[in-house]
């Protein structure tokens, strides 16, 4: 079975930094992508970044200039960081991976359960 849990979310203040954590844990895959979403109140669910098994990474302007994604395959775990953090980063942010299980030729994505982040005084 494939599992993604994050880590590293709760209450920060505007202007601080946060570090968020993603670890997928299974076994009989290869991880093609990995990516960060986050969720806002009443809004849509919308990109933050990614990063491919390459090293290739894509950075929504919203946190573009203010954040880094990093992976470590060899623990198979995923990082963010957000820097100046603004009351609109306020949201719950979930770990995507895109993968393929050994012996099948098409991937699929999966979803950890989220973790909330809150920036606020």
């Known amino acids: 079975q494939v599992q993604l849990v994050e880590s590293g979310g709760g209450l920060v203040q505007p202007g601080g930094s946060l570090r968020l954590s993603c670890e997928v844990s299974?076994?009989?895959?290869?991880?093609?992508?990995m990516g960060w979403y986050r969720q806002a109140p009443g809004k849509q669910r919308e990109f933050v970044a990614s990063?491919?098994?390459?090293?290739?990474?894509n950075i929504a302007n919203s946190v573009k200039g203010r954040n880094a994604i990093s992976r470590d395959t060899a623990k198979d775990t995923m990082d963010l960081q957000i820097d100046r953090m603004k009351p609109e980063d306020t949201a719950v942010y979930y770990c995507?991976?895109?993968?393929?299980?050994?012996?099948?030729?098409?991937?699929?994505?999966?979803w950890g359960q989220g973790t909330q982040v809150t920036v606020s005084s």
């Open positions: 995507s991976a895109e993968l393929t299980k050994w012996g099948e030729s098409r991937g699929a994505v999966y």
């Open positions: 990063i491919t098994s390459e090293g290739r990474t």
């Open positions: 299974g076994s009989g895959f290869s991880i093609n992508v």
